[in-house]
C-alpha cells in the first residue's frame, strides 16, 4: 500500500515563473492538506480539500497561491509569479475521513527560486 | 490567537530517557498530536491525546493535561536513530481538522 507521493520531489523555477506541486493521496483517502516548511520553521498549514472541494483555504496566502482536488487526479498546489519568499518545503498529508485524526504526510516537495 | 511552544534543542545519552514539554495557547482544542521529523524527511505520526492522561505506545509516551495547556513526549531507552526534530500540533477547533505545529524540539542523542 503505497503511501502519500509528491513530485516533483525538487523544483527550481526563476523568480516570475510559475510552480506546479503534486500530491497523490494514499489509497482510499479522499481528505488532502498542504503545508509549508520554511527553513528552521515549523510546518505551517495551507488549505484542506476534499475531492473537488475546497474546505479549509484559511492558510493560503491571498494572491498567487491556488489547490485544487479533482475529481480524477492528484492535488495540485500552484504558486504563480513565484518570490524568493516562495522557497521552502511544501509537505502534503492525507486521511481518509473525518473520523480518523492522524495524517499522513508525503515526503515533500522542495521548491528553490534563483 | 494560536501559540505553540517548545524547546528549540535538546541533548541526550543513548539509553536515557527523555522528556520533551510542549505548552499551547489555542482557541479551542479538539486533540494533541506529535510527529517525528528526521532531516529532509516527512513528519511521522508518534502520538495522538485528546484526553487527560498519559498514552503509551513502546518506547514513546504522551501526556497532556487540558486545564494546563500542556503536553510531553517521553522517549525511553534512547536510540542514535531517535536523532530527529519532534513536533507538536494542535488541532483547534470542533470541525476544523488543520493542525497547527510548533516549530520543533531538535533532538540529539549522543553516544
Known amino acids: 500500500n503505497a503511501g502519500v507521493m509528491q513530485n516533483p520531489r525538487h523544483l527550481v523555477r526563476r523568480r516570475g515563473q510559475e510552480a506546479r506541486l503534486r500530491c497523490s493521496p494514499m489509497?482510499?483517502?479522499?481528505?488532502v492538506y498542504w503545508y509549508r516548511q520554511l527553513p528552521e520553521e515549523g510546518l505551517k498549514f495551507m488549505v484542506y480539500?476534499?475531492?473537488?472541494?475546497?474546505?479549509?483555504e484559511s492558510g493560503m496566502p491571498k494572491e498567487r497561491f491556488s489547490a485544487e482536488f479533482p475529481k480524477e487526479g492528484p492535488s495540485i498546489l500552484r504558486i504563480q509569479q513565484v518570490v524568493r519568499g516562495d522557497s521552502a518545503a511544501y509537505f502534503c498529508?492525507?486521511?481518509?475521513?473525518?473520523?480518523?485524526?492522524?495524517?499522513?504526510f508525503g515526503p515533500g516537495t522542495r521548491l528553490t527560486v534563483t | 490567537g494560536q501559540n505553540i511552544d517548545q524547546p528549540t534543542e535538546m541533548t541526550a545519552t543513548e539509553g536515557a530517557i527523555v522528556q520533551i514539554n510542549c505548552t499551547y495557547q489555542t482557541s479551542g482544542f479538539n486533540g494533541l498530536f506529535w510527529y517525528q521529523q528526521h532531516a529532509g524527511e516527512a513528519p511521522t505520526f508518534l502520538s495522538y491525546?485528546?484526553?487527560?492522561g498519559l498514552e503509551e505506545k513502546g518506547r514513546f509516551s504522551s501526556f497532556l493535561s487540558r486545564s494546563k495547556g500542556y503536553s510531553y513526549l517521553l522517549l525511553k531507552e534512547l536510540q542514535m536513530k531517535d536523532s530527529a526534530s519532534y513536533l507538536c500540533?494542535?488541532?483547534?477547533?470542533?470541525?476544523?481538522?488543520?493542525?497547527?505545529f510548533g516549530s520543533g524540539t531538535r533532538l540529539q542523542v549522543q553516544p
Open positions: 491525546n485528546v484526553l487527560d
Open positions: 500540533a494542535v488541532r483547534d477547533g470542533a470541525g476544523r481538522r488543520a493542525l497547527t
Open positions: 498529508a492525507s486521511s481518509p475521513g473525518t473520523s480518523s485524526h492522524e495524517q499522513y
Open positions: 489509497k482510499g483517502h479522499s481528505h
Open positions: 480539500l476534499q475531492k473537488e472541494n475546497i474546505i479549509d
